[in-house]
């Protein structure tokens, strides 16, 4: 990775294109080499992830409007969408409960 | 599978109860965690440092109650049952399932509910040691609820300072039958009072009952007052040993509902008996001593019905806590 100064004309990215990929990161403009896939097979831990987090991604749509409000709500003002919400939930993120003092 | 999200949920209060039923994506045993306090947010660091709203936030909220799901097992289909907080005006709640090892327990999203109880009317008016003060009440109940009678109140009080303190508070529904199903009387803070010498107070009984006019039917049941459950024997209440010690003690909020009568909408309406009174006493099983000075005061006293008041404003809480937001 490569920190540039500014960004390249638009025709230099483009034609770059599967070769280098230009993108900003943190607020630099940097250069990499264009990204590939990885040809190894992942590692079985990767690999059982994989069932959990479809099952919430493609089930999203399964969610009606008695659930809905509640994500949107969770959601306003920030960055992320229902989607994002719904699958930090489901990975134990995003709330905590506390029976002691109202934190500060 | 471990984890799981919830696809379908609704809430409802019946009488003294909140009735949450969840459809979740797979087959889970959860728990249902409830507050009346807003959550805690916490906006996180901005991931994107060309944005002015935070990446995300983190709710924080301080349970007071967890409630199992009913039905035995790993289930889809749930259903909680939780106490009606109703010195409230606002329920959260979500579910959440036991996490194993070291994958977290996942969570529902927070449903956020209205839980105003819904007044049919109110009455407020006072006395002192006034015997048989006929007060007609003005109001007009709501129109989707069936009441047809001219509602009136009227109190009566009578003091034997030989025997013992008696106050009867009679409200007179009307003839609709169906007028006391899922009903409720409220009284509020500080307005009804019972103003004794400590000795008096001591062994004071509180009697709530429903009936028709001038028959002491429906004495026996279980009733509610305040926070504190109790079962009615003989169609008594005594108070808490912790009030009969308080010289001029306010009752606590007081929400009085009679669930021997709180009926299910498709039920058969209940028997006529029920129809036209409800009638709250208050006495003193011990004598009063007449050397002494004391008084009653009471009023207002809200009158309403407990059913279909739950309004989802999980898109209007949230709005409050964080804005203005400065990045």
Redesign the interface.
């Given at each position: 990775m490569v920190k540039l100064a500014t960004v390249p004309a638009r025709s230099i990215v483009l034609g770059f294109k599967g070769i280098i990929d230009f993108y900003s990161w943190?607020?630099v403009v940097v250069v990499r080499r264009w990204p590939r896939k990885p040809t190894q097979p992942r590692s079985a831990a990767v690999q059982d992830q994989w069932?959990?987090f479809k099952?919430?991604t493609q089930?999203?749509k399964?969610?009606?409007e008695?659930?809905m409000?509640?994500?949107?709500?969770?959601?306003?003002?920030?960055?992320?969408v229902q989607k994002?919400?719904?699958v930090?939930?489901?990975?134990?993120?995003?709330?905590?409960?506390?029976?002691g003092p109202?934190?500060q | 599978m471990t984890r799981y999200f919830v696809t379908h949920q609704t809430a409802t209060i019946h009488c003294s109860t909140v009735t949450v039923n969840m459809t979740t994506s797979t087959a889970q045993h959860l728990w249902l965690l409830w507050t009346t306090k807003e959550p805690f947010i916490r906006p996180r660091p901005f991931r994107n440092q060309e944005s002015t709203r935070p990446h995300q936030n983190n709710f924080s909220l301080q349970i007071m109650g967890d409630v199992e799901q009913q039905e035995p097992g790993n289930t889809t289909q749930h259903t909680f049952v939780l106490p009606w907080p109703y010195t409230a005006t606002r329920l959260f709640f979500y579910s959440i399932n036991q996490g194993t090892g070291k994958i977290k327990a996942s969570r529902s999203p927070i449903f956020a509910y209205d839980i105003s109880p819904q007044i049919l009317f109110e009455e407020t008016w006072s006395i002192s040691g006034k015997p048989d003060l006929p007060w007609l009440h003005p109001g007009t109940p709501p129109a989707p609820f069936p009441y047809t009678g001219g509602g009136s109140l009227i109190l009566r009080n009578s003091i034997d300072r030989s025997d013992a303190l008696h106050l009867d508070l009679v409200a007179l529904l009307g003839d609709s039958p169906s007028v006391l199903c899922n009903l409720f009387l409220r009284v509020k803070i500080g307005n009804f009072q019972l103003g004794l010498p400590t000795d008096d107070a001591q062994g004071s009984v509180l009697i709530v009952y429903a009936g028709s006019a001038g028959s002491p039917a429906n004495r026996d049941g279980r009733f509610t007052l305040g926070q504190d459950p109790c079962v009615v024997s003989d169609g008594n209440y005594t108070y808490p040993a912790s009030l009969n010690s308080t010289v001029g003690f306010p009752l606590s909020p007081m929400l009085l509902e009679l669930p021997d009568i709180c009926g299910n909408p498709d039920d058969p309406p209940p028997p006529a008996a029920y129809a036209s009174e409800l009638r709250l006493i208050a006495s003193s099983s011990g004598p009063l001593n007449p050397q002494r000075e004391w008084f009653f005061t009471y009023g207002p006293v809200q009158i309403g019905t407990t059913s279909g008041v739950m309004t989802d404003v999980s898109g209007q809480w949230r709005h409050k806590r964080i804005a203005p937001f400065i990045p």
């Open positions: 943190k607020g069932a959990d099952a919430v089930g999203f399964t969610i009606d008695t659930v409000p509640a994500l949107t709500s969770m959601t306003t003002g920030t960055q992320l994002d919400e719904q930090q939930l489901y990975y134990g993120y995003a709330i905590e409960e506390t029976n109202w934190p | -």
